[in-house]
């Protein structure tokens, strides 16, 4: 009977898995498509306000009700949501600078920032083998952000200070999922989230701060904006996705064994080459492939080199 199960699990994990890379893939469209006309701290406030309306009345009723607001740790809930917040504004502004691809195969490496991190607060092992991957996916960086070259621009570092920030996130996580819920870390990163960008848009939503020069920058400090219709469908898109998609990337690790699920993230890949396509007539440059290749690679042979050592379980990777 158990031989049935695990597979059929499995299955199931897999398309939770790959229905949530599809909705975080639908944010970081939604980013860069409203990116040019409205403020950070708005988007994230009115995107925050849409994920509530969804949890609560979509995945709470499922998931305890009112106890999801209960918790043991409220400080390790404020410093993940902490981590989460400065991870998704280095991301986002990143997107608003860069194609969609090149920010999202960066992103990438954060599997490896979690190895590092798990040897340094964790202490746990990372063999030869693994820090050769992690020596590849940063080869990979390099491939894309071109260093000391005319092509090169500060806003390519923000995916990997986020990929480094989700990391350090992870190990939050991993401190407090026995004794929290996924339904609890889940509301308490959207509080978060509210918070934050009201905090921020009270100081800078008039634009005063503004200078126009650069597109990540601006994006950070422009003034808020009236929704046009386009903006607020966009917007409720961002809602919608990106809670379905942290329930849905929690399902998948729930249901199935991490290293059967965890590669089909890397769906995410493709999608984003997609988007760039047909949304921003983008395609990576030759030395993008390159690094795209490098970053991937290295991290599917992080994954297997897990599933080799029956390492433990790992937590889900990828964000909100």
């Not at 929690?250 to 760039?276: D, H, K, N």
């Amino acid at each position: 009977m158990n031989t049935i199960a695990v597979p059929a699990n499995n299955m199931i994990g897999a398309l939770c898995a790959i229905a949530a890379i599809l909705c975080f893939s639908f944010v970081d469209l939604g980013i860069k498509l409203l990116s040019d006309d409205y403020a950070l701290h708005q988007v994230v406030l009115l995107r925050s306000l849409v994920s509530l309306v969804v949890f609560l009345g979509l995945i709470m009723p499922f998931s305890g009700g009112w106890r999801v607001f209960r918790t043991r740790r409220p400080g390790a809930h404020l410093l993940r949501g902490s981590f989460i917040v400065c991870a998704n504004v280095c991301l986002f502004l990143g997107l608003a600078a860069m194609p969609i691809a090149d920010a999202v195969a960066i992103f990438f490496i954060s599997p490896l920032a979690i190895a590092v991190m798990s040897v340094i607060f964790l202490k746990e092992t990372v063999g030869p083998r693994r820090w050769i991957a992690i020596l590849v996916g940063l080869i990979g960086v390099l491939m894309i952000v071109q260093p000391g070259t005319d092509a090169f621009q500060f806003a390519s570092l923000l995916p990997a200070i986020a990929a480094v920030l989700y990391g350090a996130m992870h190990m939050v996580t991993r401190k407090i999922r026995n004794t929290e819920s996924a339904a609890t870390m889940t509301i308490y990163v959207i509080f978060t989230f509210l918070v934050s960008s009201a905090i921020i848009g009270f100081f800078l939503s008039d634009g005063r701060y503004e200078p126009d020069v650069h597109p990540a920058l601006s994006f950070l400090v422009r003034a808020w904006a009236p929704l046009d219709g386009y903006a607020l469908w966009v917007i409720v898109m961002l809602g919608v996705a990106g809670v379905g998609g942290s329930w849905l990337i929690t399902q998948a690790y729930r249901l199935s064994e991490a290293a059967f699920a965890a590669p089909f993230e890397y769906v995410a890949m493709p999608i984003a080459i997609f988007w760039g396509a047909v949304f921003f007539d983008t395609w990576p440059t030759l030395n993008a492939w390159i690094g795209i290749a490098l970053i991937l690679g290295s991290g599917l042979y992080m994954l297997w080199r897990e599933h080799r050592k029956k390492a433990v379980r790992p937590v889900p990777r990828y964000r909100r």
